[in-house]
Each structure stands twice: as C-alpha cells, then as structure tokens.
T-cell receptor, first 112, second 117 residues
C-alpha cells in the first residue's frame, strides 16, 4: 500500500472547524483513502473513506484533491471529545483481505 | 460499544508465566486481527485470520501464539515474555469479503494492557 504523510500534531479551539491534511503523492488509481481515529485508552475507530469524490457522514467530511495526491479530513465543529490521534490510510481495492497498516497519525488537541 | 470485546483489560505477568488474551466479536465478521501498540509507536500488525485460517504472521516471535477456534473468537497465548513486550494489544474484526469493494471497516476492541515484569 502507498504511504501517507501527516503532521505529527495539530491544535484546535473548541467549536471551531478543524482541517487535518494528508499527503499521498504516490497514490494509485485503485487506492481508497481511509481515515480512522483513536481516542485515549481506546482502540481505533473508523471515521470515513473515499475514492475520488468528496464524502460526508455524521462524523466528518473528506475533501479529496482533484489529482488525489492529498486529502483533508474536516471536523466541522471540534469538541473536546474529538481529541484523538487521526490516521490517514490508503487501501488498494484489489488487495484482497490484507489488513490496514497504520502510520503515526496526527495527534489533535482541542482547547476549551 | 464496538461489538468486539477483549479480556482481560489489564494483565500483569512475570517473564515465566503463561497467560492468554481473549477476543470475541458479535458482528458476524469472518476476519480477525491482533495488533500491538507500544508506547509512542504506531500500531503494528501481528496476526490475521480469515475464515479461521491464519493468513498473515508479521514476523512475530514464537512466544506469542495465536488461536482462532471459530470466526467469533480469537486468542493470543503468551509465554516467557520479555519486559519489552509490555504494550496495548488490540483485537479487530472485519467482514473479509467486503475488502473486494473496499468497504471492509475494521472494528476494534478497547485492548488489553499488558505489563511484563
């Protein structure tokens, strides 16, 4: 699976939008972009995923660049509960049942 | 509540002990995984089981021995561990078939925090 690059840490004020960037310049045409997050003392949880078009769900939005070499996870109104490590992961749709490979992610701090 | 339950949540053991970690999923999934998360390190994949068959062993030392008796249960047997094996051990499950359409979301348990003295 292709590699992703994320900032080590970011900080946001509560109730403000947060844009978490991810670079994946070597993405292939069959790679999906997945985001997971890990809250303190918990296992990771799925946030969102997409291929080419922007995606929205109840947790977040995913904005994908036109050339697909970067993407941004958007939390529309950060809450204290959103403080977590966010992982951007590429997953080849043709790679069968191989599991997710996690990088270091971005540690998001939310300030009240 | 993710539908994946791990026990025990905390375990302290000596280097000569034998213990086991248990994972149970109530989601009807057919793939299960063990990950290891050491302090300040990314999650490391250890083992993968698809339809009860081990399909991946990520160069894990033999002192870690997995067992998957059925699609709902996964064990990690531990013996003669080292202090550097102290970590959070996370179990996950997914619907393996869904990987073909790449919607195979992984569901994680809360982990078993292991301390080896």
């Amino acid at each position: 699976d292709a590699k992703t690059t994320q900032p080590n840490s970011m900080e946001s004020n509560e109730e403000e939008p947060v844009h978490l960037p991810c670079n994946h310049s070597t993405i292939s045409g069959t790679d999906y972009i997945h985001w997971y997050r890990q809250l303190p003392s918990q296992g990771p949880e799925y946030v969102i995923h997409g291929l080419t078009s922007n995606v929205n769900n109840r947790m977040a939005s995913l904005a994908i660049a036109e050339d697909r070499k970067s993407s941004t996870l958007i939390l529309h109104r950060a809450t204290l509960r959103d403080a977590a490590v966010y992982y951007c992961i590429l997953r080849d749709r043709n790679s069968g049942n191989t599991p997710l490979v996690f990088g270091k992610g971005t540690r998001l701090s939310v300030i009240a | 509540e993710t539908g994946v339950t791990q026990t025990p949540r905390h375990l302290v053991m000596g280097m000569t002990n034998k213990k086991s970690l248990k994972c149970e999923q109530h989601l009807g999934h057919n793939a299960m995984y063990w990950y290891k998360q050491s302090a300040k390190k990314p999650l490391e994949l250890m083992f993968v089981y698809n339809f009860k068959e081990q399909t991946e062993n990520n160069s894990v030392p033999s002192r870690f021995s997995p067992e998957c008796p059925n699609s709902s249960h996964l064990f990690l047997h531990l013996h003669t561990l080292q202090p550097e094996d102290s970590a959070l051990y996370l179990c996950a499950s997914s619907q393996a078939v869904a990987w073909r359409t790449n919607t195979g979301e992984l569901f994680f348990g809360e982990g078993s925090r292991l301390t080896v003295l």
